[in-house]
């Protein structure tokens, strides 16, 4: 089997996350190109590699290299990128957010359509061993029917004042539109159609982003189950972390990311404020202690470039999450709840 080509375009803060992300598939690819403005950071991931790809700060300069690249560069040259390495006939694997715009992101869906590249969005979380199974039971209704997801990522993110992730411009928006299209996406994806939502984000406690640094979203889906995200940049302490929290009829699955675990707790005591040391059962159904959500996520990236099916994170389902996200913030500046009616995965019509 010939070895598809790749380059990584856009080599930052994560290098070393960068070459480990390939490592499932080594057998099937070769990295053949590293590209970063500051070359120096390109040598950082080319030295961290088997071979000795070329190394280039001009992404124009990586077309005869490479037959699929991992774009992995600020929001605002996703789209330019994109359609650059799409018109050449190469295949995109592009970071979310897709683009920071729906004109953008709709260039770049009718290039890949119009060139018959794959084009595909970096949403890891849908690979993560955890979410797949926690999605696997919610579809199977294994514990009743689902009504309440809560979703919450706390984290410490800074950037200096000049970083083009402090300017909301640059960014896209906030960090609900950055990190919580992830959890945005998750939603849609787990609880189906929405119908009204509301968005309420602050920069206090993250003076350095010009937008949202905090974001605390609620969801109402058909049927009338409710999703919750809360995500921030400012936290200097965690409890929860990284959780998920899904409450069926038959009781509550969590994932605990930080302990690697999928939970079950049921048999939930009626609420006795006399007997205040009731204890309900727990189960852990899937222990998985160090995913590798990239990894996998490369691996299907590569399996659609080979095989032509659909990625499970394909560009118009990732345009309409964002479509989502763009109507909150609308709403927002608008003090008003979002009529999400007839948006969610599905809704797109091209």
């Not at 970096?122 to 955890?130: G, N, Q, T």
């Not at 640059?170 to 959890?183: D, M, V």
């Not at 899937?286 to 590798?292: G, P, Q, T």
Request: charged content about 20%.
């Amino acid at each position: 089997m010939e070895r598809i080509r790749v380059g990584v375009v856009g080599c930052g803060g994560m290098a070393r996350g960068h070459a480990s992300r390939f490592s499932m598939i080594l057998d099937q690819i070769e990295i053949t190109a590293t590209c970063d403005i500051v070359q120096e950071r390109a040598q950082a991931v080319a030295d961290l590699l088997p071979n000795q790809p070329f190394v280039t700060p001009d992404w124009r300069e990586l077309y005869d290299h490479v037959d699929a690249v991992l774009l992995v560069l600020p929001h605002h040259l996703h789209h330019q990128a994109t359609l650059d390495f799409l018109s050449h006939g190469k295949h995109v694997l592009v970071e979310k957010p897709m683009a920071n715009s729906e004109t953008e992101c709709l260039e770049m869906i009718h290039c890949a359509r119009r060139y018959d590249r794959v084009l595909m969005v970096a949403y890891c979380m849908r690979f993560h061993p955890l979410v797949v199974r926690m999605k696997e039971i919610l579809d199977s209704k294994e514990y009743g029917e689902c009504f309440q997801l809560s979703i919450w990522t706390e984290q410490l993110t800074s950037y200096a004042p000049d970083h083009w992730a402090s300017s909301a411009k640059t960014l896209g928006g906030g960090q609900l539109f950055s990190h919580g299209c992830h959890y945005i996406d998750l939603m849609l994806w787990m609880l189906g159609k929405p119908v009204r939502g509301l968005h309420l984000g602050t920069n206090t406690g993250t003076p350095w982003m010009e937008r949202e640094g905090t974001s605390n979203v609620t969801i109402e889906f058909e049927g009338g189950k409710l999703g919750y995200h809360m995500g921030t940049w400012g936290a200097r302490g965690s409890r929860l972390g990284y959780s998920f929290h899904a409450h069926c009829t038959g009781g509550m699955l969590e994932a605990a990311f930080g302990e690697g675990k999928l939970i079950i707790h049921n048999q939930q005591p009626v609420h006795d404020p006399n007997n205040p040391h009731a204890v309900a059962n727990q189960q852990v159904l899937l222990e998985v202690k160090h995913a590798k959500p990239t990894e996998v996520e490369m691996a299907h990236f590569i399996d659609c470039i080979r095989t032509g099916r659909k990625p499970l994170t394909d560009a118009v389902g990732s345009l309409e999450g964002l479509q989502v996200i763009w109507k909150l913030y609308e709403a927002e500046a608008q003090h008003q709840m979002a009529d999400l009616s007839g948006m969610g995965l599905g809704s797109l019509r091209l």
